[in-house]
Structures are given as C-alpha cells and as structure tokens.
C-alpha cells in the first residue's frame, strides 16, 4: 500500500514530474552481493592502489603536493543550508561532502576515473618489468614508464567530466588520451581537455552514442584500452573507495551510524556507476543503518526506471516519452549501467528526482547560504531530505523502517559532486539563474 502503483508511476515520470520513489526490492540487511562478484575486499583494494600511487600522484600534480598525493574532499558541516532548505531540528542534521571540489578532475569522477587509469598504467609497468610490488610508485612519472605508456592508448565516452578525469590523468602519464564527447558537453570541458594535450572527439548524439563509437574503436585496435563507463568494475570500484574515508571522517566528526542514528546519503546519479559505487562502499560499512538515494534529472531518470523494471530489463528514458534534456550535463544520460543497477537493486533504498529549476535553486542556495560553488548537478539530491521527511512516501519509508523516533538524531549527507572547474562567468550565469527562481 506504500508503493505508488506502476501505472501512477509511469504518469508522473511521463510528466517530468518530481517525486521520490523508494525501491520495493531494498533489502535492508542485505550487504555483500555474490553474484556480482564485488565485495568490501575489492573496496579497500581499490583504496589501496590510491594509496600506492599517492607519491607518483604528487609528482604529477602540484595541486596534490600539501595532500602527498592523495585526492580527498573535507565533509561539511552545512546549518545555513538546512535553514535555507527548511529542514528543521527534528529531522535530523545536515552534512556536505564536497566532492565538488576534487582536485585533479574538479568532479567525483577524480575518484572512478583515477582509479582504473592509475590500475591500467600499474598492470602494465608490472607486466614490463618496470616496478615490483613495493617499489615506489613514482618511478612511473620517468622516461622510461613514459615511453612505455606512450605506446597506448586510453579511450573514453563522456558527457563531460568523466572525460576530463581519464583524459587529464591518462596525459599526465604519457598515453595517449582520445575522449568522445556527447553533444550535451560543455564547450569549456572540450577547451580543457585540449589545453591538456586530449584529442577531443565531437558526436552530434548522446552519451551513449559516444561511449559506443569509443568503446569501436577500441575494439579493432590492442594498443587501445578503452575505459566503458557503462560496465567497468574498476571505476565503479574506485567510486567505492570514498566510502571507507567517509567513515574516518565521520567518526572524527563525532557523528554514530547505528540503529539511534540513521544516516542518509542523497548522490547524484548518471549513469549510476559513481554514486552506485559509493553506495555499495557505505553499505558494506554501515549495514542497514545507512540509507542510499540517488537523485536523477526529471527528463533522465535511468536508473528509477532500471529499479522499476524486472531485472534484466534495461530500459531508455526515450521509451517514456522524455528527452534526456537537462541543464545537468553529468546526468543526461539515457540508459543506466547494467552493473551499477544489478548491485544496487537490494541495497538502494531509493530515488529522487528534479527539475532543472530546482537544481538552479539548490545552487544557489548553495551558494548564499554556505558560500559554496557547485555545478547544476551537483546540486540534485538538496530536495532528498525534506521529500523522505515530509511527503507521504517519504514518511511511509521511515514508518517502514521504524525510524520515526530515531530522526532527530539523524544526519542527512548531501554529496556534492562537481563544480571546481565550472569557468567563472558560466557559475555566474547559473547563480543568477538560481536567484530569478527563488520564491
Ligand atoms: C558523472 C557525474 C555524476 C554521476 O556519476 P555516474 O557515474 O554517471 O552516475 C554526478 N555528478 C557529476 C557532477 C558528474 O559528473
């Protein structure tokens, strides 16, 4: 009697309407999945290859130098932002982690996209006799690891910011770097990446198109490793690092996550593979104490529409009569990553969506509240906390779960995931936006 009935669903979603869905397959003690083969083992190997590569990270980037290589973001606590967004006391505490200021890729695609071109590059120097295991990782800024990365290359698809992580990372260790480009990219991501060295590839299609033609021309070429946002474990994996230091960090801010504590995470969702891998970290950690929504543009809620419909299935945005339009250039994306999906079906407890007027508020409100500079995106999941707290799905979630009493004493984690890069006059032209569409 909680769920909305599929065919409301489908009307609201045909609408562009914003709700909050929760996920009737959620299972709340599930944690590890076998059948996708990922477990909290891969999670904190994937966290240990960052920690290897942190001495050749700080060679390459000096941004990386007062970090020794390390690319982390601070977790915020955000009061003026819970006014601004009408959260009360009693709902609990907002929290900000501030991926939106990643150094190196100026989104949280610095941490997937890092990760499986740092793991490409390490096979390989492995492979070549190089470095050993133990050796230090720094080496592999030198000629000699140069030469030998020169000798590929790394191909991506992207909207846009994955593509500035692989492409910048991939150029700063010698590969060759090619990024195909989507139409809805940004022309200043383009100028970057070109300023870096990449080959940019224009498509006049969407994102899937894009990471379709990378993912060809990879295929007819073994000098060419292709990075498939659409399948790849090794991003998926590197997301999924960002788990184990929230953890630190949260303890360090004295905040519990237990049974008297819920905590809710509100990510910002794509293709799923960033906030799915992040996700799929917390819930090793935290059980059925933490719960996971995405946020989803409401022209490209892939990923509800993947939970909504029988494992499988992979449905398009198209085929509900949406156009993929959004001013959310990280989210404008048509059809959800299998992988992403299959590991979030027991353990998302649900998704949001938002119109682009509400991300433009929600960034400006980021901005006059808490001085805080995000992009569109970025800004998705702000409404998470006041849906799951006052409208009646949201309530009828937290009945569910027995979590009513526990609310004061939650903490509710808005994830912020891109906008250090975004040029000054464009962040201009958003905030403004934002502040004509305040009430
Ligand atoms: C890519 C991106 C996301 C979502 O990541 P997916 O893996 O595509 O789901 C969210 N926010 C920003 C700013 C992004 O660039």
Redesign the pocket.
Known sequence: MHEMPQDDLEQSLRSAQPLLWCNPRLQPEAAAQADTGISLADVRAAQARFQRCAPLLARLFPELAASAGRIESPLLATPALQQALGLPASSGRLWLKADHGLPVAG???ARGGIHEVLEFAEGLALAEGLIAPGDDYGRLAEAPARALFGRYRVLVGST???GLSIGIMAAALGFRAEVHMSADAKAWKKARLRQHGVSVVEHLGDYEEAVAAGRRQAEQDPFCYFVD?ERSPSLLLGYSAAALHLAEQLQQAGISVDAEHPLFVYL????????AGVAFGLKQLFGAHVHCFFAEPTQSPCFLLGLAAEPGQLPSVYQHGLDNRTEAD??A?PRASALALELMRPLLSGVLTVSDAQLFRQLYLAGSSQGLRI?P??AAGFGGPALLCQSTVGRAYLTRHGLQAAMPQASHLLWT??GLFVPEDEYQGFYARGAALQA
């Open positions: 989104s949280i695609k846009g910011n994955l946002d910002p969702c794509g293709v799923g593979g960033a906030p990280g989210l994306v992009e995106s970025a995931t891109g």
